[in-house]
């Protein structure tokens, strides 16, 4: 794993270990892959040590207040 905070470089890592996961048939090794690939992607979403605001897969709520 490396320390860097480039998100396409990290981006590209996740790409990567994607497409190792997918083509080996060893269970444990596909798991590590897409373990990989899941940090890469949390680190592709952070800026400046922050995490960025994720947006819901579905897109974004909002929430409504009803007041009496």
Do not use: F, W
């Not at 590590?32 to 800026?47: D, L, S, W």
């Amino acid at each position: 794993m490396t320390d860097s905070d480039n998100r396409m470089d990290c981006l590209e890592r996740a790409r990567m270990h994607d497409r190792l996961a997918t083509s080996t048939k060893d269970a444990a090794a596909q798991q590590m892959h897409q373990a990989m690939a899941a940090e890469y992607r949390r680190r592709a979403g952070q800026v400046d040590g922050h995490e960025m605001p994720q947006v819901p897969p579905n897109g974004p709520t909002i929430e409504m207040v009803m007041r009496a």
